[in-house]
């Protein structure tokens, strides 16, 4: 009998949560804002990368105040080696700007709100209302997107269309943590140059990996 994408995202879900039993998102943050701004400084650079650069950036503006004040050279010498930096020094200030002007200095906690914020997608406005107010949410980065596509849950590259077919199909409580398991499986065994499918635990219900 043919699988349901419901069926096959239900059993994805569960083997994917005896690998992974605990997960959490990568970023280290102690303020909300920071998950904020680590997020966005994110983009096309490594989460260990970000890691290495946000405790000196968060030393030197601990606040959105500090932050919607500063220099944006500043901002840009210690961001640089997340490439993008003068993109995301002004979306940094900008974004804290509008936390402080519009929304009393608290981090919006829906994503219709979120991406008003300049430089703020959907993928990082899921995880804002995931990770800080644990709401419902489906964060589509580039593992999840490519992930979602070889297993069969999915089809396209488009982030916004990858999350609305997800959400069709897996239940609301388990997205966010669907979303950073099948990060950490991208990372550590679905890669996208080399694939290791003999390791695989989701084998068994993988079109990619059956096409093989």
Known sequence: MRMTKKSRAAAVIELLKQEYPEVKCAL????????????????QCTDVRVNQVT???????????????????????????????HTKAADIINMCAAIRDTYGGKVPDTIEELVKLPGVGRKTANLIVGDLYGKPAMVCDTHVIRLSNRIGLAEGKDAVQVEK????????????????????????????????????????????????
């Not at 943050?29 to 983009?43: D, V």
């Open 165 to 212: 077919q997800l959400r069709a199909v897996i239940p609301a409580e388990e997205g966010l943590n669907f979303c950073h398991r099948l990060v950490w499986h991208g990372r550590g065994v679905c890669s996208a140059r080399s694939p290791k499918c003999e390791e695989c635990s989701l084998g068994e219900y993988c079109k990619a990996s059956k096409a093989k």
């Open 55 to 85: 405790p000196a950036l968060f030393r030197r503006f601990p606040s959105v105040d500090a932050f919607a004040e500063a220099d944006i050279k500043d901002v840009e010498e210690l961001i640089k080696s997340c490439g993008l930096f």
């Open 28 to 43: 280290v943050y102690s303020k909300p804002h920071e998950l904020l701004i680590a997020t966005r400084l994110s983009a």
